[in-house]
């Protein structure tokens, strides 16, 4: 556990340094999915407890986690994040970097956990202060991206924060139309969307 603080900690002062270590230890591909999955799972579990125990909190309305179909939330999550792996893969490989599809997608394992962590750490602020919170979470938002550009960066093995601005742009453009065809293909009610959105 305490490995697991130090390391959140490197990874957000210096994630470069963090994204190096994780790609050197050079993970079985059974442990990356296995990660992956396991992200997935605690996230579901998060946002289910906290349903739970605060049901009617209007400042955690934007968290709503718990859809009807629970199961089918979490493939697709996994999807999402497969394909995320597999646009930074690609659009990286496209600007010229070195980036591999497994080596991606265990630096994005590692960044959903540290997002899970901090918005633990958000979302109780956020209970406290609102007003706090909300600017809590601008901080965190900026902060992983911050994060996630020097892993791309690191993963390409770019010169320039910019190339992996551009490819983490590029990525998020294929997402967020891919999404809209996921939500339209399984309908947004299976995925505890409002219909009329």
Do not use: K
Not at 49 to 62: D, F, T
Not at 174 to 186: A, H, K, N, T, Y
Request: no cysteine.
């Amino acid at each position: 556990m305490r490995f697991l603080w130090s390391f959140m900690i490197l990874s957000l002062r210096q994630p470069g340094v963090a994204a190096r270590s994780i790609l050197l230890r050079q993970w079985p591909n059974e442990a990356i999915w296995t990660g992956l999955f396991l992200a997935v799972i605690l996230n579901a579990l998060f946002f289910g407890v906290l349903g739970v125990i605060l049901p009617n909190s209007s400042e955690l309305a934007m968290f709503d986690m718990s859809p009807e179909s629970p199961g089918l939330s979490m493939m697709v999550s996994a999807l999402r994040s497969v394909l995320f792996a597999a646009m930074l893969t690609l659009g990286g490989r496209w600007l010229g970097g070195t980036g591999r599809f497994m080596p991606i997608l265990s630096l994005l394992v590692w960044d959903q956990l540290l997002q899970l962590a901090l918005m633990s750490i958000g979302i109780v602020i956020l209970l406290i202060s609102p007003q706090l919170g909300s600017m809590v979470f601008l901080l965190i938002g900026l902060v992983l991206l911050f994060v996630l550009l020097n892993f791309v960066n690191e993963a390409h093995g770019f010169a320039s924060l910019w190339r992996s601005f551009a490819v983490v742009l590029m990525a998020s453009i294929v997402m967020f139309f891919s999404m809209i065809f996921i939500v339209g293909l399984l309908g947004p009610a299976n995925l505890g969307l409002l219909e009329n959105v």
